[in-house]
T-cell receptor, first 114, second 112 residues
Framework: EAQVTQNPRYLITVTGKKLTVTCSQNMNHEYMSWYRQDPGLGLRQIYYSMNVEVTDKGDVPEGYKVSRKEKRNFPLILESPSPNQTSLYFC?????????????FGSGTRLTVV | GDSVTQMEGPVTLSEEAFLTINCTYTATGYPSLFWYVQYPGEGLQLLLKATKADDKGSNKGFEATYRKETTSFHLEKGSVQVSDSAVYFCALNEGGGNKLTFGTGTQLKVEL
């Protein structure tokens, strides 16, 4: 089944403790992206990647890192999480030509930082 | 910059009622437009899309027409069901870039 898989689904952590949210896609998509969803703000792009070793900042990159060492994987790293990073996070992937295909989204990771 | 404005929710309807969720956009060029649906506890699923003016996207009884003159992409369904209860997001992609720009979402509740 074609899908984007994120792990974990739920995570509670403490301020300052480094964490990684994994994302993997099995569709051989070039584009991958991370979004966060907050009430009243919709979805905002954190980082994106056009291909292996090519990443760039989205609208809200502060406090996050990403890497794209393999085409299928795009982990999101929070080096020192803070409570304002409590949110619902989505990984997404797409073929080249986002305007024709849109993104395929994972099921989400609900992160709570206390 | 690009932006998407959706009507605020929640929208509460009785089963079999007609649904309209308004979406208008601001973009410098000719974006593609999308509707995504998010069921409780799940990720976003693509519901329908339109890539140029006057295109109509449709899926599962939902429709939306790309209106360039009014910069709108309103979502409609003739007869909603309880199973349509979800949050609906309008989004655009400008120029084939890497970003979908989303509206804030509209929650739909359908009651028996």
């Amino acid at each position: 089944e074609a899908q984007v898989t994120q792990n974990p689904r739920y995570l509670i952590t403490v301020t300052g403790k480094k964490l990684t949210v994994t994302c993997s896609q099995n569709m051989n998509h070039e584009y991958m992206s991370w979004y966060r969803q907050d009430p009243g703000l919709g979805l905002r792009q954190i980082y994106y990647s056009m291909n292996v070793e090519v990443t760039d900042k989205g609208d809200v990159p502060e406090g996050y890192k990403v890497s794209r060492k393999e085409k299928r994987n795009f982990p999101l790293i929070l080096e020192s999480p803070s409570p304002n990073q409590t949110s619902l996070y989505f990984c997404a992937s797409s073929k080249q030509g986002l305007r024709d295909y849109g993104y395929t989204f994972g099921s989400g990771t609900r992160l709570t930082v206390v | 910059g690009d932006s998407v404005t959706q009507m605020e929710g929640p929208v509460t309807l009785s089963e079999e009622a007609f649904l309209t969720i308004n979406c208008t956009y601001t973009a410098t060029g000719y974006p593609s437009l999308f509707w995504y649906v998010q069921y409780p506890g799940e990720g976003l699923q693509l519901l329908l899309k339109a890539t140029k003016a006057d295109d109509k996207g449709s899926n599962k009884g939902f429709e939306a027409t790309y209106r360039k003159e009014t910069t709108s992409f309103h979502l409609e369904k003739g007869s909603v069901q309880v199973s349509d209860s979800a949050v609906y997001f309008c989004a655009l992609n400008e120029g084939g870039g890497n970003k979908l720009t989303f509206g804030t979402g509209t929650q739909l509740k359908v009651e028996l």
